[in-house]
């Protein structure tokens, strides 16, 4: 699989191509948000790294745009926009990672490893249907898709893995730890777990009586059908 580069600027642009080939992957590169968004149409990517301020839309318009289309490849913005409510609207928006501009290429490399990471721990197609089904929240493993109500789930690449860990474990409790485990082995930090459990409870509880995704006092999280 391959990297997807979507940056306005030209010599960035090539700068970061040339240190991805370096460092062993196969990158893509485009300069607008349109011929990012055809080249999107198949889920050959492993990770994504989008500019912000694109000449033709806003690169989180193109990252809403992956998420309805409920593709879960890895996203990191590139932005020189540094404020909290910048980051905050990309997260919200789908984002995984926010790198600042200008930026260190051996951070941006290092970034971009732990998004590749977490895409390949992705739980591997097996001879069953990787479905589970928790009252009315589909999870399936295969296809990285969730549903609640029938209506699919906009996740992000991270969410979509803490959650399918929540449905392979259906009904136990999990630590943080646990949790960041799974996501993120190396350079493991379970304080950021709670922000994600966050987001992810806003995706699966918002507007449905029964709350599945519940909080354990001093032990973690559980994900549960049962009142």
Sequence with gaps: MEILVIESNEALRAAVSARLTA???SPI?????????RLLDSPRFESVLLDWQLSDMAGVSVLREMRTR????????????GSVADRVLALDSGADDYLLKPFHMDECMARVRRMVRTYRRRTPPSSGSGLHCIADLTVDTNRHVATRGGKKLLLSAKECAILELFAQHAGDTLSREEIEQHVSPEGADSAVIPVYIHYLRKKVDDGFPVKLLRTVRKQGYVLTGTQ
């Design 70 to 81: 409920a593709l879960d490849t890895p996203v990191m913005i590139l932005s020189s926009r």
């Design 23 to 25: 460092d062993g992957y």
């Design 29 to 37: 590169a485009v300069e607008t948000g349109t011929d990012a968004l």
